[in-house]
């Protein structure tokens, strides 16, 4: 299969196939259709049957789609087959947050090391996790392999850090920092800043009153 | 100008242009061009101009966007040139990172109440803000007259509290649980879950080693 030809928007859509699914096998569900994943997730099952066809024959007409090999089949196209260990950078609150974070398990991610430059932060802990010196980030990482970060550092130190996790092998970087990273070809950035959600809804709020 | 007629891709962007802007205000810049903004943002220069002429004529040929009058203009078109109030809902580790955080300052929110369902945390405070019990959440968000809130519960209750903040005059969601959520026409909903963003970087991580 070629990657590359799967448009990059489709991409983005299996995660949210994926977890409405595992949703349906913990509700104890088997079997399931193109139009209920489409009205759970607002998306028409037109789009659903037309992404999931870029992949293979997963469902047969008129009995749906088996839950469970549905499953199975978008873990292994996602690659959360296996578990993916992170690394944190940054242990403030948002660090805190998401090394604690519950919702990785079962998904394909996990977090193995966090890291912060604050002398009163380091050897201190979150959770299980002892927050361990920037400095050793390199040696670290490299060592355990590690190619996914969370980074929760100030925007101001982003890129610094970035250019640091890329250099030791990171090729996945999920960036909490409100700023644009430049990284090269092979490494993917994918962003979450509140602000810039809170903003495309806000531009729709007030014009209801304009 | 007709809100409707703009695509949300567009929309999606601009949060982005606004951001990049801010930044190089607070670096002391005074004027930028569409070829130095993509280049920050990894967007063509052209697609740029072109999601901008949607809403006026902001540059002019050959001497580029004054910074401050294109962030005054975005920040009025995104309707963040005012401050919306927001409730948090859930007040564990998410919920606190969020209700602590500075990112919203000078960006067109601030958080003003925060609930919770859990009696020992009612009363509790996080930084500034009381942990208000959920129960007052209805009249203490219509007295406010709040329409943004930031959801931070379990997936399990998150449709249900949905339906309480819809109902009590929330028309705009940020979305922290892992759950797709089902709102009326007229309501926002925004959604930020890790996995999902990890898992839409492991699909091209390990392709490389296919």
Redesign the interface.
């Given at each position: 299969m070629d990657?590359v030809t799967i448009p990059d928007i489709v991409?983005?859509r299996?995660?949210?196939y994926?977890?409405?699914l595992q949703?349906m096998l913990s509700e104890g569900r088997q079997v399931t259709s193109s139009q209920e994943l489409g009205e759970?997730?607002?998306i028409s099952a037109a789009q659903i049957r037309k992404d999931l066809s870029q992949f293979g024959e997963f469902g047969k007409q008129g009995t749906g789609y088996s839950i469970e090999f549905l499953t199975d089949q978008l873990r292994s196209?996602?690659?959360?087959d296996k578990i993916?260990d992170?690394v944190v950078v940054g242990a403030g609150?948002?660090g805190?947050?998401?090394s604690?974070?519950l919702?990785?398990s079962n998904?394909?991610?996990r977090v193995a090391l966090v890291f912060d430059n604050e002398t009163a932060k380091i050897g201190q802990k979150i959770g299980d996790f002892v927050i361990h010196d920037i400095a050793n980030l390199p040696s670290m990482v490299q060592k355990a392999n590690i190619?996914?970060a969370?980074l929760a550092v100030p925007?101001s130190q982003a890129q610094v850090v970035t250019d640091i996790l890329v250099k030791n092998g990171v090729?996945?970087i999920?960036n909490y920092a409100?700023?644009?990273l430049?990284v090269p070809k092979?490494v993917?950035v994918?962003?979450?800043?509140?602000?810039?959600?809170?903003?495309?809804?806000?531009?729709?709020?007030?014009?209801?009153n304009d």
């Open positions: 990657r991409v983005g299996l995660p949210l994926l977890r409405t949703l759970r997730l607002g196209i996602l690659h959360v993916w992170m609150d948002i805190h947050a998401i604690r974070y919702g990785f998904r394909g991610f190619q996914v969370m925007a090729r996945a999920l409100p700023i644009n430049n092979g993917y994918q962003y979450t800043d509140p602000v810039v959600h809170l903003q495309r809804m806000s531009f729709y709020l007030e014009s209801m």
